[in-house]
């Protein structure tokens, strides 16, 4: 994957929307998305992140064609959510090695100066849902992983868009160890990205497409 589009993910990375599943869990993680250094993350979880995005961008585009068009185009979110939460406790882990923290100050204090740039702090909420798909309520949240992955870059004395940096979470990913549900794909520790299994048996819907063709 480009330097840049992992960039993008990572920064992204509470991107929400979920699938209604054919089953659920592997039968090692029965109702696992993921296992993420022997900690869940559920499918459960993944579809209470798939409302909060789609009440967002409902609220946002009240219009029924173009919010159709918006589910359209965001047909990979529930994929693409996974990896961004994965990647968020790859993150963490690499930062907890390096002993990098965040505080609270800190992101409200890159959240002010985002809003500053925005004009204000609604235009922030409604530029991030546009731009990576975070709703207003997952803002600070995706400020932490921000300033989380430059600190830990600035560490390793190199930046986030620079192969040192994911080279350092390649490594990280590998001692946390991730353990995919297969209907999601797999988990690639060398590139630290989440890829698709060949797997046409597979069927994803997501919890809005099923509710406008009933």
């Known amino acids: 994957m480009h330097r840049r589009r992992r960039t993008a993910l990572l920064l992204s990375a509470a991107i929400a929307a979920a699938p209604l599943l054919t089953a659920c869990g592997s039968d090692a993680h029965p109702g696992a998305a993921a296992v993420v250094g022997g900690r869940r993350i559920t499918v459960s979880q993944l579809e209470d992140r798939v409302d909060e995005i789609r009440t967002a961008q409902r609220a946002a585009v009240p219009d029924d064609a173009q919010y159709a068009q918006v589910v359209a185009q965001t047909g990979t979110l529930a994929r693409d959510t996974l990896h961004g939460m994965v990647l968020d406790r790859v993150l963490d882990g690499a930062a907890e090695d390096a002993g990098v923290t965040v505080s ?68 990280a990913s590998k001692k946390l160890g991730v353990d995919l549900n297969p209907r999601y794909g797999s988990w690639d520790v060398k590139t630290v990205q989440r890829v698709d299994a060949k797997t046409p048996w597979v069927r994803e819907v997501t919890a809005t497409e099923t509710q406008q063709t009933t």
């Open 104 to 171: 609270r100050k800190e992101v409200l204090q890159l959240r002010a100066q985002l809003e500053q740039q925005a004009g204000s702090a609604k235009g922030l909420e409604l530029a991030w849902l546009q731009q990576y798909g975070v709703p207003a309520q997952r803002l600070d949240d995706n400020l932490r992983v921000r300033v989380e992955a430059s600190k830990l870059a600035t560490v390793l004395g190199t930046d986030t868009s620079q192969q040192a940096f994911w080279d350092n979470l390649s490594q």
